[in-house]
């Protein structure tokens, strides 16, 4: 993480676009998690519309608390909800390798494109063997995944290709999301240079033998960009207002669970 003495939060705040645009393309960001999973276990479990504040309360779960806590809750209102769907942890358990496959194959792709411009950005000062280590390290998790599928995944051939192509468009919405957000805080700054900058940002989120990924990435972008640029300042802005919508989402849901246990123990009014 980046250290809070650095922050200029003054000028993080300032950075906030007025427009509602930026919030519209903030919210399909934030949404684009629930939404790709509501749609791949409506195909899987028949999930309807009531299933999606679950997956909302999984995703604050999963960021707020503890990591997997919210896979650990959502199998629990399966269990409690759909009391026939069939194998729920399988099912979860093959969509949670699914969507680290399809981040993994994101970052190698992500390192292939980076490498041409290693010296512009900086990459070149972080530990080559750290680099190295790490994409051997997805490319081995990935292939052995791919090699004994078979034996890991329970879902059907059919299935999996459908979660395997909504994985993908949502990482594709979620990734455009970033950039267009970048571009409304730094509009000066060309598309060309944002697109290598999220390669940069994928690639050092999933490495795993890469320390303080957040301060890396922070100096490639100082070192694009020019110190004159805040984009430090940018990068702690939009994660300030993540972590709020967490916290707004799990207080609504919250304030929601109450009224309707209110409203499911209050007495029923005497029949005439």
Not at 139 to 150: D, I, K, N, Q
Request: hydrophobic share 60%.
């Amino acid at each position: 993480m980046i250290a809070v003495s650095e922050i200029d939060f003054v000028q993080a705040s300032a950075l906030v676009p007025h427009g509602t645009m930026f919030w519209c393309v903030f919210g399909i960001g934030y949404l684009a998690l629930p939404v790709g999973d509501w749609l791949i276990f409506r195909r899987l479990f028949g999930v309807g519309i009531s299933g999606f504040e679950p997956l909302l309360r999984k995703l604050v779960a999963n960021e707020v608390l503890l990591g997997y806590s919210g896979e650990v809750y959502f199998y629990s209102w399966i269990r409690r909800n759909l009391p026939l769907a069939v194998a729920p942890s399988r099912a979860i358990k093959d969509v949670g390798i699914l969507s680290a496959l399809v981040g993994n194959a994101a970052t190698l792709l992500a390192l292939v494109a980076a490498l041409p411009v290693a010296d512009r950005v900086g990459i070149d000062r972080i530990d080559p063997i750290a680099i190295g280590g790490s994409a051997a390290v997805l490319l081995l998790v990935t292939c052995a995944s791919l090699w004994f599928s078979r034996r890991i995944f329970s879902l059907p051939a059919s299935d999996l290709r459908f979660v395997t192509q909504v994985h993908v468009c949502r990482f594709v919405f979620a990734t455009v999301a970033t950039i267009l957000l970048w571009h409304f805080c730094l509009p000066a700054v060309s598309w060309g240079v944002w697109t290598v900058l999220m390669g940069l940002r994928l690639l050092l989120a999933r490495l795993p033998f890469v320390a303080n990924a957040d301060v890396v990435f922070a100096g490639c972008a100082a070192a694009l960009l020019g110190h004159d640029v805040p984009v430090v300042g940018v990068i702690a802005m939009l994660a300030t207002i993540t972590v709020c919508a967490h916290l707004l989402v799990g207080l609504a849901l919250g304030v929601s669970a109450m009224w309707a246990q209110v409203c499911r123990s209050a007495p029923e009014p005497p029949t005439v």
